[in-house]
């Protein structure tokens, strides 16, 4: 299976319009957004009037700069989005599970659309074994540090990927750690970014 990995566009439309074209211009099973698709809770339907052009299935979460419930209302007219948050969706016999949200909690206020660890521990409970979990927060200690080194990833997270022994797990939400790649044991950690990444999944 074919991925496209993405997140935080931010509502930069020019990067929307990347993501088509790299959908368009070679075969794409799943496109796998994690999250930050507005800025501060404004202009969601900035890059999705672009996205929801992408010629596959889309798997999507919230970010911390948009809601669930407001992904969910933004992608009504759009039948080949699934917006996951504590739910699973199976696409061509491979499970994908989704948490969206920042956890643990952010500075950055009410705007932020955080979840804590007990939370996301709890709504984790519910993944699959050998799912694809899509998250916006990466698992702590991996693809999660600042330009100072410091890591913010999720504990919850983490423990959810060794637990349930998972195929991939994509993420966002720390910039410094765009389009890089870790392990949690054997399951690969991918930090998206807003540029695209493929990944071919073993079948």
Known sequence: MELLLFSDLHRDREAAQHLLEMAQSQPVDVAVGAGDFASV?????????????????????????????ELKQATDNWPDAHVLHGQSVQIDGVTFFGLGGA????????????????????????????????????????????????????????????????????????????????????TPVVNAGPRGMRWSLNM
């Not at 339907?45 to 929801?52: G, K, Q, T």
């Not at 998250?135 to 999720?154: A, F, K, W």
């Open 41 to 69: 809770r404004e202009g969601l339907e900035d890059v999705l009037d672009i996205l929801r052009e992408l010629p596959c299935p889309a798997v999507l979460v919230a970010g911390n700069a948009e809601t669930d419930d």
């Open 103 to 186: 956890v643990p909690v952010t500075p950055f206020g009410s705007w932020s659309f955080d979840l804590d660890e007990a939370t996301a521990a709890a709504m984790l409970g519910d993944c699959p074994d050998h799912a694809v979990l899509v998250t916006h927060s990466p698992p702590r200690g991996v693809v999660d540090t600042n330009r100072n080194g410091t890591h913010l990833g999720s504990l919850a997270i983490r423990e959810a990927i060794e637990h349930h022994q998972l195929r991939l797990a994509v993420c966002g939400h720390i910039h410094d750690c765009w389009e890089t790649e870790g392990r949690v044991g054997s």
